[in-house]
């Protein structure tokens, strides 16, 4: 995920040296695109640190507290 921002940073800093019309749309579609992954990789991270907590709560500690 941090690896995405990353790419997306030098991006726009890439773009901001000298940017066309065609840099600043590529520019979006490719902001839009990685902002989509990031939030779906993210979100599945969550998905799954949550079935393993599920599925074994002695590994999780903190599950019991909650529960």
């Known amino acids: 995920m941090l690896a995405l921002e990353f790419e997306l940073a ?3 800093l890439r773009t901001a040296i000298t940017p066309t019309w065609n840099e600043i749309g590529q520019l ?3 902001a ?3 902002t989509f ?3 779906f990789l993210s979100k ?3 998905d799954t640190i949550e079935l393993k ?3 074994d ?3 999780f500690p903190e599950a019991k ?3």
């Open 28 to 30: 979006t579609a490719i």
């Open 32 to 34: 839009l695109i990685r």
């Open 57 to 59: 709560p002695d590994e």
């Open 53 to 55: 907590r599920l599925a």
């Open 37 to 39: 992954l990031n939030y």
């Open 44 to 46: 599945d991270v969550k």
């Open 65 to 67: 507290l909650a529960a």
């Open 10 to 12: 030098a991006d726009i």
